[in-house]
């Protein structure tokens, strides 16, 4: 049996490869298991991530079979949340590269990136009432914060799903490509991430994501931290040196 998700390791940068196209890449446990261990790797090496699904489709949604057997220990165990949530507090950039379907808990798991790209044939949704469930992996709350309540509404209550242009207007989606360009314009985003000063990328990111009691004590003491970096004076510098017309 092929594994569930495809880890191809670079330098500055990994993807993430859905591989279960047979079931358009529905998230099972042994997918759970896998971005877990994924993101240990990410936290232990933190790179970018790119989150990409395979045979035209991201994720369309938890794996029903599965989930109809699940009882209220796993609810409350979180099985999909808690990894959700992991990929949400990685060190490094996340970017969802989504083609086709976003479904249930695939959308939810492209809710939890910092970036989302799509295509034409781009559609996000959170269908789970209409199974009799909720959106419990991280759309309730994010999905408000991502595009407003009112929208918010429309897609968690009365089953709207966004199309491309919908989810882009909204910024839901950052950028709308064709689907042969949906890997190369993730490794440009990739790209301009990486060309940052890599602690300050990451440093940003958490203050970001910080609860407004945070600030601005936070930011402070993260650019206390910056301020003693080499690539700090190196780049200030290099900064200086072509103002100044310097080699």
């Not at 090496?45 to 994720?59: E, N």
């Not at 440009?188 to 203050?207: E, G």
């Amino acid at each position: 049996m092929s594994a569930p998700l495809l880890v191809e390791e670079h330098d500055d940068r990994v993807v993430l490869r859905l591989n279960r196209p047979e079931v358009r890449n529905a998230i099972d446990r042994a997918t759970v298991e896998a971005l877990h261990a994924a993101c240990a790797l990410l936290e232990a090496t933190p790179r970018v991530a790119l989150v990409v699904g395979s045979g035209g489709t991201f994720a369309a949604g938890a794996d029903i079979a599965e989930l109809r057997e699940r009882r209220r220990e796993d609810a409350l165990a979180g099985i999909n949340s808690g990894v959700f949530e992991r990929v949400r507090r990685l060190p490094m950039p996340v970017v969802a590269l989504v083609d086709g379907y976003a479904l249930g808990g695939g959308a939810e798991l492209a809710y939890a990136c910092d970036f989302r790209i799509g295509t034409s044939a781009t559609r996000i949704g959170n269908p789970e009432p209409g199974l009799g469930i909720l959106a419990a992996a991280g759309a309730a709350w994010r999905l408000a914060e991502l595009v407003g309540e009112p929208l918010a509404k429309e897609v968690l209550l009365a089953g709207r799903v966004l199309d491309a242009q919908e989810a882009l207007a909204v910024r839901l989606l950052n950028e709308v490509v064709d689907a042969d360009d949906l890997e190369p314009a993730g490794h440009r985003l990739a790209d301009r991430i990486t060309a940052q000063a890599p602690l300050a990328v990451r440093l940003t990111k958490s203050v970001l994501d910080a609860p407004r009691a945070a600030h601005p004590l936070i930011d402070d003491v993260a650019q206390a931290v910056l301020f003693e970096t080499q690539d700090k004076a190196d780049r200030m510098t290099a900064f200086l040196d072509r103002r100044r017309g310097r080699p």
